[in-house]
Every structure is written in C-alpha cells, then in structure tokens.
C-alpha cells in the first residue's frame, strides 16, 4: 500500500473504461491515498499538553481546545496555580478567605471533569500574597517557578499553553503564571523543549484603550487551534461549574455565543532565535 502512495505523483491520467482489473485496483488505490488520513494524521494519543493558568475558571480561555485533545486521546494535564481565596463578587456572598478558596477547589475539580483533564491545583494565593510585601510576595512566585519547572520534568510535556504579556485580561496573576512559565522553560536545557504556546486575543477585537492593555496583532497569533461544536459544549459544562464565579444566566449568553463563533481559539508560539548576533539593530532571525 505504502509503495502505491509513495508513487501516486507520477502516474499519468488514468482511463478507467480501458484498465484490465488490476490496473483498475491500482488507480483506486491511488485515489484512496490521495484521501486525507484522518486516523494517522494528527494523531495525539502519545503526547502530553500541559495548561497552566493563574485562578480557578482561567482554564476557560481555552476549555475548548483543552477538551478537544482530551477527547482526541492526548493527556491534558490542568495546572491551576492559585487557590482563588480572592474572587469575591457580587453573584457570591463569600467572603474571601479560606472557605471560598475551599469552595473554588471543589469548583475547579468539577471543570476539570468536565473537560477530561487531569488537574493539579496548586496552594498559592490569589495575587501570591503581594498583600504582605516583599516578603510576603517573593517566596510565594519564586515557588511556582520551582513548582511550574518540577512539573515539566515529571510530566515531559510535547507542548506547554500558559498566558502571554498581555494575561488574557491584563490581570496581574496572568501575567506573573505566564512570566513564571516562561522562566522555568527557558532556564533548563531539556532533553526535548517543549512547544510554548500563548493564549491571546486578536487586537481587532476591541477598542483603541483595550488592545493596548489586552490585544495581540494578528500577525503574532499564527497558531489558530479548531475545535468542534462537541468541544464547546463540554467547555461549557466546565464553566457551569464555577457557580461562585458565573451565574446561569452568564453561562447562558456565554453558551449562545459559543454557538455563534468560528471554533478557533488563537495562540502566540514562544520561538527560540536560530542564530547569534552582535548588534541590537541586526538581531538574529527567529
């Protein structure tokens, strides 16, 4: 089969009418492997994804794409970095503190669930403890870089989806977990270096004062992931857990606009440059 293939671009223009019978079985077995392969292609069941985010719920800006390799036979494993101890709002009458850090912990695992993914729910606070100054501040990030760097040599990863400069939203928390990632991948030179992904959104999507807080240019966001109607409803049905955070009627719009998006969540591929240069005005390619 594969020696058929292998020869298919320089076979001539077939007549089918004036072929004996093996002939005709050879040109149907040109035509099958000019077919796309869709059980070989893209196949994940070996690989490794690796999410990390920032709070209990960020996993949502990309559930979908996380719920598609799950379903596809990739293992998804889910970093969540901190313990969502500050998300108070007016849809919740939790005070911060403990018990809703204990409330968003049974809340991520019921995501979690949802999307097929395994979850490690680290015990870091919300904004890591910035509360308390420097002191209070500094052991709590320098952690999840140590933490982010132990877990990619246990997990050895093929790709790593985390958030870029921007946070996704601009919070402070996405942008240290993104930063941290960066650190732990860039600080080791591993046996094989995982793929780095950033999360981001197009910058026409929002207004002048937004894109530059939040926006990506299109330009950078050269990896675009689909996924199917079958993906966003189970992104969905992750999102309907977070009841502290979202109420129904939230989820709701969320859903009917899922319904009515293009199925593609945009990413920011973290390049190593090729070359080496000695001017700031001549840097090397990527």
């Known amino acids: 089969?594969?020696?058929?293939?292998?020869?298919?671009?320089?076979?001539?223009?077939?007549?089918?009418?004036?072929?004996?019978?093996?002939?005709?079985?050879?040109?149907?077995?040109?035509?099958?492997?000019?077919?796309?392969?869709?059980a070989q292609v893209g196949d994940v069941s070996d690989k490794v994804l690796l999410a990390v985010f920032a709070h209990p719920d960020d996993e949502?800006?990309?559930?979908?794409?996380?719920?598609?390799?799950a379903r596809e036979g990739a293992n998804v494993v889910l970093v969540t970095a901190t313990d969502g101890r500050l998300g108070t709002n007016e849809y919740s009458d939790l005070?911060?503190?403990?018990?809703?850090?204990?409330?968003?912990?049974?809340?991520?695992?019921?995501?979690?669930?949802?999307?097929?993914?395994?979850?490690?729910?680290?015990?870091?606070?919300?904004?890591?403890?910035s509360q308390e100054g420097y002191d209070g501040f500094m052991p709590q990030l320098q952690g999840v870089i140590r933490d982010i760097h132990r877990i990619i040599e246990e997990r050895t990863p093929d790709a790593i989806v985390t958030f870029g400069p921007d946070g996704f939203s601009n919070h402070m928390d996405h942008r240290l977990v993104g930063s941290s990632v960066t650190q732990a991948l860039v600080s080791t030179e591993w046996e094989t270096t995982p793929a780095l992904y950033f999360v981001g959104m197009p910058a026409s999507q929002f207004s002048d004062e937004e894109r530059i807080l939040r926006g990506v240019q299109e330009k950078y966001l050269t990896v675009r992931v689909p996924y199917t109607d079958e993906d966003g409803r189970a992104a969905i049905e992750s999102l309907r857990c977070h009841t502290s955070q979202f109420?129904?009627?939230?989820?709701?719009?969320r859903a009917a606009r899922e319904a009515e998006t293009e199925?593609?969540?945009?990413?920011?591929?973290?390049?190593?440059?090729?070359?080496?240069?000695?001017?700031?005005?001549?840097?090397?390619?990527p």
Request: charged content about 15%.
């Open 1 to 38: 089969m594969w020696m058929v293939c292998s020869v298919r671009h320089s076979l001539p223009p077939l007549n089918v009418r004036r072929l004996p019978l093996v002939s005709l079985i050879v040109a149907v077995l040109v035509v099958w492997c000019l077919q796309p392969v869709r």
């Open 60 to 69: 949502s800006t990309v559930a979908p794409v996380l719920a598609r390799y």
């Open 95 to 129: 005070p911060a503190g403990d018990e809703l850090a204990a409330v968003r912990r049974g809340e991520m695992e019921c995501a979690a669930s949802a999307l097929g993914v395994e979850l490690i729910h680290l015990d870091y606070y919300d904004q890591f403890n």
């Open 247 to 253: 109420p129904p009627d939230f989820v709701e719009r």
């Open 263 to 285: 199925n593609l969540i945009y990413f920011r591929p973290f390049t190593a440059p090729t070359g080496q240069s000695g001017d700031l005005f001549a840097p090397p390619s």
